[in-house]
C-alpha cells in the first residue's frame, strides 16, 4: 500500500528532474559540453594596431565552425602585444598569422640601435625581446622616451631568451634565462639615438631601463 501511495510522488519527481535536465542542458549543459572557448575581436581592429586583451573577447563556438588555428584563451600569448598586419572585422576569430611581432614591424624612419652594456645602470633581467621599456637618467628624473626592445643579447652576441617550459608574457614569471644580459638593442630614429649616444659619450649619463608589463602587483 505504501509503495503505491509513493509511486505517484516518485513519478513526478523524475518528471521535474527531467525538465531540470532539459533546462540545464539549453542554458549551459550544451555550451560546457559541446562548445569550446576561442577570442574574437571586441571591436574593428585596423592594420598596423598593437593589440591587448582588452580587444578581445571570450566567447563559446561549436568546433565545426572554428577556424584551424584560433587563438584560445590559454594561447592568447602568442598575439598579444603584437601588430595586427591586417583590417580584423568586429566579432572574427583570429589566427597567428594575422599578427607581428612589434620588433619586427619597422617604420620608415626607425632603425634597430644598441644601448650598450656600459650605457646601462640598471635594467630587470626579466627583459625580453619584444618587451617596452621606458629608459630614464640613472636617477630616474630625466626621461628620454618609451622604445620597443629588438633584441636583448648576451656579452658573445646571443640572444638572450627565457628557459621555461612555457614562456610567458607576464614578467614576474619569467624565471631563468639563457645567459646573462650584456646590452640591449632598441627601435628607434637616428636623431634621437644621436642624442641617447651623445647623454651617454659626451656627458656620462648612465640609463635606468624600466620594463612596462601588464598585470604587474
Known amino acids: 500500500m505504501r509503495w503505491k501511495m509513493m509511486r505517484p510522488l516518485l513519478g513526478i519527481t523524475l518528471i521535474v528532474l527531467a525538465i531540470l535536465a532539459m533546462v540545464w542542458w539549453e542554458r549551459s549543459g550544451r555550451e560546457q559540453l559541446v562548445m569550446e572557448s576561442i ?24 568546433p565545426q ?18 601588430v595586427a598586419n591586417q583590417n580584423i572585422l568586429k566579432l ?3 589566427v597567428p598569422s594575422m599578427f607581428t611581432r612589434r620588433d619586427k614591424v619597422l617604420l620608415e624612419d626607425r632603425s634597430i640601435f644598441a644601448v650598450k652594456d656600459s650605457w646601462i645602470d640598471s635594467r630587470s633581467s626579466s627583459l625580453r625581446k619584444g618587451d617596452e621599456i621606458d629608459i630614464y637618467d640613472n636617477k630616474g628624473q630625466f626621461f628620454l622616451g618609451t622604445f620597443d626592445v629588438a633584441y636583448v ?3 658573445d652576441e646571443q640572444e638572450v631568451v627565457g628557459t621555461e617550459e612555457n614562456f610567458s608574457q607576464e ?23 644621436r642624442q641617447m649616444w651623445e647623454l651617454a659619450e659626451g656627458q656620462g649619463m648612465k640609463f635606468l631601463l624600466v620594463q612596462k608589463g601588464e598585470n604587474v602587483i
Open 153 to 155: 643579447k648576451d656579452a
Open 171 to 193: 614578467i614576474l614569471e619569467r624565471d631563468f634565462s639563457s645567459s646573462v644580459i650584456a646590452h640591449v638593442e632598441i627601435i628607434t630614429s637616428l636623431d634621437t639615438y
Open 39 to 62: 577570442m574574437v575581436a571586441k571591436e574593428n581592429i585596423k592594420q598596423g594596431t598593437v593589440v591587448r586583451e582588452k580587444d578581445f573577447l571570450e566567447i563559446k563556438n561549436i
Open 65 to 82: 565552425s572554428t577556424i584551424p588555428g584560433a587563438i584560445t584563451p590559454q594561447t592568447f600569448y602568442k598575439i598579444n602585444g603584437h
Open 92 to 94: 572574427a576569430q583570429v
